[in-house]
């Protein structure tokens, strides 16, 4: 994922020279120290003025002062010698030239941008005074800088607008009679040219921090936690500027291009919607640059390659134009010459731009100009001083990839190994140096050098396993497919077998570090609601937070720091942000060991430990075995997991062809004008060659398979895959996969094992919770409208409030439900009516499932709409429509069960249900991932299978088939869910009116699905026991 580069720059040049240099120097003042009372600001905060006490003023001047508004440094006062004015002379023009000359004049152009114009302040009766209406650059806030002559001396002032009368009591005696504070608003609106919004030093420090926060965390990859930030930073904005701020544009850009490294393509793009118009008309062409740059960055993450490199070529031309302008003198604080080059940030930017155009020509194979476009970045970094001299491994970095996309090994190697060299003295190691890493991997699998690739990648895994507790590792499935790729090379030339299974266990390994973004997200949510019902958890995950950022933001200093020349490095303030990290390395380890210690279910949840190859495959059958895939764009792998070993091979076709296939086959399984099509059986039967060619033969004496399906593959019902060619014969006589195999399907390997290994709960008392036909009233619509407003739920942006009534209210009925539910509770034999609730219509809302004691029914049957989609935006999640109240108050009856609610609620169900589902998704997105970030959450929360649908079935055929579950399940659920699914399938299969695989193949076991007589270890039994 591309991160914010701009984030650096604002780093660099407010961060650093103004917070390291500036706030850092004064926050050791000491209320001891001689102060000043000052006027309060016009919010009523008490504020006094300080002397600056670590710096002499020049000759003949006073010291400078800091302003401190409720203990909080929030302005400053400096002076300057002002010379006599001659007569004639302007007086206005000559306080202006002063501070133009002055020691603050550049540090003030670095921090805000301020109009040409000023204002006298006549209205608040000091004539001579001059104000500056101004921005801080970081934030967008307004900022007012005050020229106030006095004698031969020009007091420079600064601070937010409330501070107005502050500034002018620190410099100009008291008055008998004060301008009232109505006074002082009108001149702040003739000094702005309208309503100016008063922050308070809490708001603006809080704001800071925030912003600075955001950042950080974001070039350490850590997405969630910048997210978050970066809207409670535009939130504050929001309240307190005007919309069309350009400052809320840049956060909004800010905040888009984050969602976009989590790959929430629709979303991001409706940011930068936002965004757009307020850019358009800003009066500044960096502004423009820096979106078409970032529009580049998104629209890399969305593999959208030909349209990043239109917008990073735009970028570049655009950068190049403003880096070749007229320059500002940006030099030090004290007024003397500077080494920094004064177009530094605008040559950065063009740097960067340079950088994402070359990538992308490489992705498109323009390698010529992805060559010129690199070397050319990195001239530029060799040649200006002043910018950050990590970015230089990004731009190796790239040239690196583009010297292995050539052929040239040897090159891409020095490149590569130049990259950590550089990044590692400026930020340390860490994750931040896996891409390099991975790059020299690959780099090696390209040249057929498997060895090497695979040695290379082991290097790399022992690294992450030596990163702490805690650490967040972003490892995508690119990543990992040219280890693949090596692994089953590399395997061909093996002929002991032993030695093979040495190899393919390494790549077990690796396949546990991928997980779908989309189940990520919702795992993410569920414990985010965990914590918040949870008062001591939420305090620890607030410290963990806390924690994370300081040890971030000391290492982002120090990484500043370290890169400056020797002449200018400090060893002290070196060893103070070394001994920060370190505190804050040690202070994360003993909270997330905390963690682990009083919260174990919340940390297998969020941060599962690797699995162990053969404690594994010991707990599989002799007659099961685990598949699982890794989707890659070009070349996808299948991992066959059985009790006497791992088998790996290669798929040769990647995401959009296997995707296209399962369109394919999706759409004769959905009804189309009341009808259903035919299915084509010899596409199913091409797919299943495809798929398990690699390793057909080691399926042959197997009837389970568990399946840990990804990308389109999590939207397929493997069932309906046929293995033998078809022949025209009909779908009784087919040989679909399921009359060979019954069917589970987990959400990862690790969930599988946790559900193999947990220990056996007492048997509920009550049979059977249902609800069904929650009260909608939109029409009963075609299919397509009926995935309208289902998409449009799923795509709401609410944040943390509750979902639309009338958005839920406003879905097609699902009247055959209530019959649905009826069958099946006649299924369950002869029952008492104290072991059956079944909620339909108005009474199936979220407010009874609350009072009802869910842990009590072995059976929990949900038939209504699922909400699965295939991105999730915002807070969104995936979840089950309930009634919905008239207005919604809060999320805990809104009408929407979503995945972190169903994760905090209290299930020991053997089955649940969810009927009605359907993860086809609109765009091409399947909800596949959705429906397992689902899965994930009913497990958590105690419920041990779920059976789903993949899509929605007419309430008759659901009926027969639920029906025949159940009878072969048994009135004690002995037979287990997967099995009975099998002969269910089956009996609708044998039938020629049933046969077609609408009626049969849509429902799926997630889960373990096993009975426990058919373990080969009982549950919660240890392998200690049972090893030979």
Known sequence: MLKIIRSYLKLLFLTICYGTIFSQSFAQDKPKIQQQGLYDNLIDEKCVARPRVDMLPPPGLPVDKMVYCNDQLVASVSAEKLAAIDEGEDFKAKLMDTYANSRVYNLNTKRMRCEDKTTNLAKIKWENALAYPCKLSNGGWPHLVVLLPREDKLYIAEGAPSLLPTLISAVYPKRKEEPTKSTYTESLQEIFGGPVPLASSKDLKNFDKILADARTANTQGRYQDSESLFRKALDLQTKLLNEKDISIAETLMDLALNVSNQGRDEEALALFRRADPIIQVSPNDSDRARFASYQGYHEANSKRYDKALQFSSGAVGSWRKIAAGPSVDFSSLFGESSDADPRAAEKGELALALNLQANMALRLEQNELAQAAASEALQILNDTAGLPRWWKADILLTLGKIASAQGRLSAAEKFLNTALAERGISTGDGPHLLPIRFALAKAYTSEAMHTSSIITYRQIFKKIKSFPVGTKVNIKKEDILPFAASIVQHAKTIKDDREKQGLFNEAFDAFQLLRPSVVEDTISKASARLAINDPDLAKLLEDIQNAERERDAANVELSYESSLPDDQRSKLIEDQLTLRKKTAFLQLQKLNKEINTRFPNYATLTAPKPLNTVDFRNRIGATEGAVSFIVGESKSFIQLIRRDGIFIGEIKEGEESLNESVQALRSALELKAGTINEFDSPLSYSLYNRLFAPVKDKLLDLNHLIIIPSGPLASLPFSLLIEKDPKNEGYEKASWMVNRMAFSYSPSLK???????????????????????????????????????????????????????????????????????????????????????????????????????????????????????????????????????????????????????????????????????????????????????????????????????????????????????????????????????????????????????????????????????????????????NAK
């Not at 059976?859 to 699922?866: D, N, P, Q, S, W």
Request: proline content about 5%.
């Open 751 to 1025: 969930t599988f094992y946790s559900q193999r290994t947990a220990e056996k709960n007492s048997t509920p008392t009550k049979k059977l919770f249902a609800l069904a036909n929650p009260l909608l009233t939109g029409e009963k619509v075609q299919k397509k409208n009926s995935e309208k407003g289902l998409s449009a739920l799923a795509t709401s942006c609410r944040q943390a409030g509750p979902a639309s009534s009338d958005l839920i209210r406003s879905l097609a009925p699902l009247p055959d439900t209530e019959s649905e539910v009826k069958n099946v509770k006649n299924s369950l034999g002869k029952t008492e009516e104290s072991e059956i609730q079944i909620y339909t219509r108005k009474e199936a809302n979220e407010e009874n499932l609350r009072k009802v004691q869910l842990k009590d029914y072995r059976v929990l049957y949900f038939a209504t709409h699922g909400l699965l989609p295939g991105e999730l935006k915002c807070q969104a999640e995936p979840g089950l429509v309930l009634t919905p109240p008239k207005k919604a108050e809060s999320r805990n009856n809104d009408g929407l069960l979503e995945a972190s609610e169903i994760a905090s609620l209290k299930l020991n169900a053997d089955l649940v249900v969810l009927s009605a589902c359907n993860t086809a998704g609109s765009g091409g997105k399947f909800g596949g991932d959705a429906l397992s970030g689902l899965a994930e959450a009913f497990f958590y929360a105690g419920a041990k299978s779920l059976v789903v649908s993949h899509w929605q079935v007419p309430s008759k055929a659901t009926a027969s088939l639920m029906s025949k579950m159940f009878e072969e399940l048994g009135a004690e659920l002995e037979l287990g869910a997967s099995l009975a699914m099998r002969k269910a399938q089956t009996a609708l299969i044998s039938k020629k009116e049933t046969s077609h695989p609408f009626f049969w193949a849509a429902f799926v076991v997630v889960g373990d699905g096993i009975a426990d007589s058919w373990l080969p270890i009982p549950r919660g039994e240890k392998l200690a026991k």
